[in-house]
């Protein structure tokens, strides 16, 4: 077939079916018989990539491309063609539904997908346990039935067999970069910049808060590496009581996206590396003549017996517990981006 003729069952294609009256349907379509470099691919996970950079490159390809509306489906387009699993990938079952259920509730027994878990372990995020909700159903009324992500091909066609549902319309396996956390770079403190993904290792320079909508920040570095805030957002749920654990120099690695006002590290996953000794005060000194405990004497200035005047200048102090220990956590499966690689991944 030549790419005209492709070129014209595409288009015909996402004119039928794309809805564009939706504002945040703009999509876009690129076909090459050359692969673009795979830096158009890095460039678009990485970091915000200007429409007319992509533009220019495409032009200079001479490929056939056009974007509808805002013309931003061009970027995803283009570094879906331009990628290579070199470092890592993943797999996606999808399947489809029949034309006539778009747009209506899905119907999947999330038992069944529960059973995914047991039977096929190369599988991932397919159902969050503490939030209670299956993951492998989009949110938007898409023509997809679910998706099935995982590491092995085999294992999800199984899967397939396994997830009850309403009747598949059709089914296909994508190799994919989900869950490869290839958006991520290393970074200092000092380097990170708006709209960044990255991983940065800093001591813990403020308590964790939490504000507003149940938010929670703490801030890493130091004057001399700068500080940044990091924050576990509301919708990471279970997740912000881990952070919420940290404490003033505990040293960590981030990793997660940086958005610009405040300027703020969203954390997708955490690695504890060291969790600083903090003494807390226990009790006021017992006395040793009369076995009553010591009164303050004020800020810093010891403590006394009123009964026998003994005087002492330490209070009775211990560890304190900490309720963590040192290793990787992340957000629940819920609030996971796709991108992000689940720790089930790190082996
Ligand atoms: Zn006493």
Wanted: charged share 30%; glycine share 6%; hydrophobic share 30%.
């Amino acid at each position: 077939m030549n790419v005209k003729k492709i070129e014209n069952i595409v288009k015909s294609t996402i004119e039928k079916y794309a809805k564009l009256e939706n504002k945040n349907t703009n999509p876009g379509y690129v076909i090459s018989q050359r692969r673009p470099s795979i830096e158009a691919y890095e460039w678009s996970v990485k970091r915000i990539v200007p429409l007319e950079e992509i533009k220019q490159l495409l032009k200079f390809h001479k490929v056939y491309y056009k974007g509808y509306k805002n013309g931003r489906g061009l970027i995803g387009a283009t570094a879906s063609i331009a990628w290579l699993p070199i470092h890592d990938k993943t797999y996606e079952l999808i399947t489809y539904r029949d034309e006539k259920k778009w747009g209506t509730d899905r119907t999947i027994d999330d038992k069944s997908v529960k059973s995914i878990d047991k039977l096929c372990p190369s599988t991932f995020d397919n159902y969050d346990y503490k939030n209670k909700r299956n993951r492998i159903t989009p949110n938007s009324p898409c023509p997809i039935l679910y998706g099935l992500r995982g590491d092995d091909v085999e294992e999800l066609k199984k899967s397939f067999y396994i997830v009850k549902s309403e009747p598949v319309h059709s089914w296909i396996i994508f190799e994919t970069n989900q869950g490869t956390d290839d958006h991520l770079q290393k970074k200092n403190i000092s380097e990170i910049k708006p709209y960044q993904s990255i991983i940065a290792e800093g001591i813990v320079y403020k308590n964790p808060y939490t504000i507003k909508g149940g938010h929670v920040i703490f801030t890493i570095g130091n004057d001399l590496t700068g500080k940044i805030d990091c924050a576990a957002y509301e919708p990471t749920k279970q997740f912000r009581n881990i952070i919420r654990e940290l404490l003033v120099g505990d040293l960590v690695e981030v990793y997660g996206s940086v958005r610009e006002k405040p300027l703020t590290i969203n954390i997708e996953k955490i690695n504890v590396k060291y969790l600083t000794e903090k003494i807390e005060k226990l009790e006021n000194p017992v006395c040793p003549n009369c076995g009553k405990h010591m009164k303050s004497k004020g800020k810093n200035q010891g403590y006394k017996c009123i009964l026998c005047k003994i005087k002492s200048k330490k209070a009775v102090e211990r560890k304190k517990v900490r309720n963590l220990i040192i290793g990787f956590y992340e957000v629940p499966v819920c609030s996971r981006r796709h991108l992000s690689k689940p720790l089930k991944r790190f082996r």
